[in-house]
C-alpha cells in the first residue's frame, strides 16, 4: 500500500532544523522555570538498536512534553566511551581504542538523530575526552586528601577473560563476570579503592524519600546489608590470653553454639589449626581462592558442605555455657565481612544444620518453635517465639534477648553491640589500557605521590601494544612508566592501573549542567539550578552498579568542596526504569546477535511509527517479546499515521470536506465531538504523567477515529479543525515529526513553540454515568444516573428497578452500600 506521505523526506527536514536551529538548546539563563531530564550515558557500541530506541523514545517523550508545559528542559546526552568492549577490538583488530570507539560513537549518534530525539549537543560529554579526562582526575585526588581514596592490598575478583579485576557488583550470581562470562576467581593485588562504606547508612537512609521503583530501592537496601548484632570475644581452648573475636545478629542464641567457623583467609587460620587437620585445611583454602566470594556465598554453586568445611584441631570457648565447642575452617565465611568469624547455632540456621548433621554436631534450640514443628520433620527455626534451654534470657521474646545478652558481653567485657555492613568499599584500579589513567606517581622514596593538578590530565599513551596478559598495556610503555617524583625529583614509575569506567558514569549529569567552564568540574549556579535531575531513565539493571555510585560521589563531590552544598546530596529525583526487549526468551543484546537494527524502519515506515510502536506495544515498565507478528504492529503504526495525514493535512482526502464544512451555531453532535476532544486532552495527560505511554497512544487512536467519522458528515468546520489541532499537539511529544509538518502546512508556523492543550472543565465532566447495581455482591442492574447524583436518590433509583426488585424476591435489605455515582452494594443478610 503506496505511504499517504513521504516519511523520509519529512524526518530528514525536521532532524536538520532542530539541529541547525538549536531548537532544543537550552541556556542557563533561560528564565522559564527548570526541568532537568535525562536519560543514562550510553556506552557507545554501534548503531542503535531497538533497547535504545526503547529508552531515548521515552527520553524524548518526556522532553518534548516537559517544554511544552513552559519548562526550559535541560536534555543533554554524552557517551561513557571507555571500557573493555574497544580494548578488546583493540587486540582483535590493532585498531585503536580511541579510533573504535569514535567510530561507534558516529554510528551511535546518527541512529539517535534519525530516531528524532532532540538534545542540546553543545553540552555533549565524552568520557575519552581530555577534558573530562582532567576533572575525573581532580576528583580522585581531592577524594585521595580527604581519605576517601586509598590504597590496600586486598583479595580481589580477577576475570581472566577479561584480564582485569572486577568489583563485587560485577560478578554475577553464579560467580562469573557479568561482561565476559567467565568464571572468576580471587586474587590477592594491591589496589585503589573509594570508601563508599563511610556514607553506608546515609545511602540506606535516604532511600525513603526517593521517587524510585520499590524494586530499585529494595535492591540497594539488600547490597547495603545493613546489619545490627554483636561482636564476641571467644576464648580458645589450651590458650591462654587468645580469643577468636566472632559476629553475630543474633547474640540471644549464644546458648546454641556448638561449633565455630573462620573464614580461609583468618589470619589466625594457620596458627590455630593442628598439624594432624592442616592437610584438609589447605585443600579448602586452595579451593576458596579459586573462587569468587559470590559463588563461596552461594550454597548452589559451591557445592555439598562435606567439601566446604575442614576441621582445625581447635576448640574455643562458649561464654555463657563453658562448654568446649570445636573450630572450623569453611569458605561460606568471608574475611570482608564482619570479622571473618561466626559462631554457628544449627537450630536456628538451615546451613548451620545441615553442617552440623553432617559431623555429627549436637544441636541445641534456643527459641521455641511452633507447635508440632519437630513432629512434622522441622529443622532449623529461625523465627520469634519464647527463648528456651537458655538460662537467663528463658522466657523472653527475640528482641528482648538479643539487647539483654549483649549487655551481658558488656558487663563481661567480653563482647559490643555492633553494626556491619554487606557493602564494600568500591574497588576503583583496573588493568586496563582504555580507561581514566590513575594520577599517582611511585616512588621508592615517598611512595604514592599525586601528581600536581597543574601536571594534569595525564593521558595514555597513543602507541601501546595490546596483549591480554592480565597487566595494563601501560606497564608496558616505557616512556609512560618511567618518570619523576613530584616530591624529591629522583626517578619514579607511574601508576599503570585506571579507573573503573563507572566512575566516568557517577558524575557526568553534573558535568552537564556547564561544560563550557574550564575552571571547574562543576559550575555552582548552573550545578544549583539545574540539580537534581528531575527525571532520570533507564534500565533496572543498574539498580545496584551505576545508582549506587552516583548517589556516593554526589555526596562525596558536595563534602570535598568540588560541588555546591546547594544541589542537594541525591542525584536523581525521579527514577523510571523501562522493560526490556526478549527475542526467544532472551534480552537483546549484541553479544547475542539478536539485535533489530531501527534503520530498516527508518527507511520504510519511518521514524515516528517506530517510536509510536514502541509507546504503544504495551507499559514501559513491561518487558516485551520481539516476534515474527511485531513487524505487523509497525506496519499498523505507519498506518495509523496515514490516516492522520489524510485527517489533517490541508487538501486531505478527509480534510477537504472540513475546508468547506458548515459555519453557525453548534449541534448536538458538534458539542459530543468537543466534549470527546477535551476529555483526550485529560485523558492523554493523565496518561503520560503516570507513565501510562501505551494508554496515551490508543486514546489519540480513538481520538482520530472519532474526527475521521465526523469528517465524513456535516461537520462543523472550526470543531474539526480545534479537534485536528488538538490530535497534532497530543501526538507532537510522540511522533514529532509528522505532527510538526502538519502543522506548519495548516498553521504556516512552529508547532515547537504550542503550549500544551488545556482542557475546559465542564466539557470533561460527564453528565450521565453507568451505576453498577449489587444485591449481595453479585451485579444484577446497570442503571444510567446523572453524574452528580447524591447517595439517597441512588439508593431510591435502584430500589425501584424491577431487576432488583426480582433479585430481593421480596426479602428487605439489610444494609445498602453507595459509592455515587458507579456503585450501589445491597445486603439481604
Known sequence: MARAYDAQAIEQK?????????????????????????????????PAHQGHVRNYTFGDLVTRYQRMQGRAVLSPLGFDSFGLPAENAAIRTGTHPREFTEARIAELKESLVRLGAVYDWRREVRSHDPSYIHWNQVIFLRFLEAGLAYRANAPVNWCPGCQTVLANEQVLADGTCERSGDPVVTRDLEQWFFRITGYADELLDALEDLEWPERVKVMQRNWIGRSEGAEIDLAVAGRPGMTLTVFTTRPDTLFGMTYAVMAPEHPLVDELTAEACRSDVEDLRERAASESEIQRMSSAEAGPLDKRGAFTGSSVVNPFTGDEVPLFVADYVLMRYGTGAIMAVPAEDQRDWAFAKLHRLPVVRTVAPPAGWD?????????????????????????????????????????????????????????????????????????????????LPVLAPTDVEFLPTGQSPLAAHQGFLHTTCPVCGGPATRETDTMDTFVDSSWYFLRFCDPFDANEAIEPAAAIRWMPVDQYIGGIEHAILHLMYARFYTRALVDVGLAPAGLGREPFRRLFTQGMIRMDGSKMSKSKGNLIAPSRYYDTVGADALRLFHLFVGPPTDDFDWTDQTDEVIEGCGRFLDRLWRLAA????????????????????????????????????????????????????????????????????????????????????????????????????????????????????????????????????????????????????????????????????????????????????
Open 14 to 46: 525536521w532532524q536538520a532544523r532542530w539541529r541547525d536551529e538549536g531548537t532544543f538548546e537550552v541556556d542557563n539563563d533561560d528564565p522559564r522555570p527548570p526541568f532537568y531530564a535525562l536519560c543514562m550515558y550510553p556506552y557507545p557500541s554501534g
Open 375 to 455: 513432629e512434622q520433620g522441622g529443622e532449623a527455626y529461625s523465627g520469634d517465639g519464647a527463648k528456651i534451654n537458655s538460662g537467663f534470657l528463658n522466657g523472653l521474646g527475640v528482641a528482648d534477648a538479643k539487647a539483654r545478652a549483649i549487655e551481658r558481653l558488656e558487663e563481661q567485657g567480653i563482647g559490643r553491640s555492633t553494626v556491619n555492613y554487606r557493602l564494600r568499599d568500591w574497588l576503583v584500579s583496573r588493568q586496563r589500557f582504555w580507561g581514566c589513567p590513575i594520577p599517582i606517581v611511585h616512588c621508592p622514596v615517598h611512595g604514592p605521590v599525586p601528581v600536581p593538578t597543574d601536571q
Open 650 to 829: 490541508p487538501r486531505g482526502p478527509d480534510a477537504a470536506e472540513a475546508a468547506s464544512g458548515r459555519t453557525g451555531p453548534l449541534t448536538g453532535e458538534d458539542d459530543a465531538v468537543r466534549r470527546t476532544v477535551h476529555r483526550a486532552i485529560q485523558q492523554v495527560q493523565s496518561d503520560i504523567e503516570r507513565w501510562s505511554y501505551n494508554t496515551a497512544v490508543a486514546h489519540c487512536m480513538e481520538l482520530a477515529n472519532v474526527l475521521r467519522a465526523y469528517a465524513r458528515k456535516d461537520p462543523n468546520a472550526g470543531v474539526l479543525a480545534a479537534g485536528c489541532d488538538t490530535l497534532l499537539l497530543l501526538l507532537a511529544p510522540m511522533t514529532p515529526h509528522l505532527a510538526c509538518e502538519l502543522w506548519e502546512r495548516r498553521h504556516g508556523t512552529r508547532l515547537e513553540t504550542q503550549p500544551w492543550p488545556s482542557f475546559d472543565a465542564s466539557l470533561v465532566a460527564e453528565e450521565t454515568v453507568t451505576m453498577v447495581v449489587q444485591v449481595n455482591g453479585k451485579v444484577r442492574d446497570r442503571v444510567q444516573v446523572p453524574a452528580t447524583i447524591g447517595e439517597e436518590d441512588a439508593q431510591a433509583a435502584v430500589l425501584t428497578s424491577p431487576r432488583v426488585i426480582e433479585a430481593l424476591g421480596g426479602a428487605a435489605p439489610a444494609r445498602v452500600v453507595v459509592r455515587v455515582p458507579r456503585l450501589v452494594n445491597i445486603v439481604t443478610a
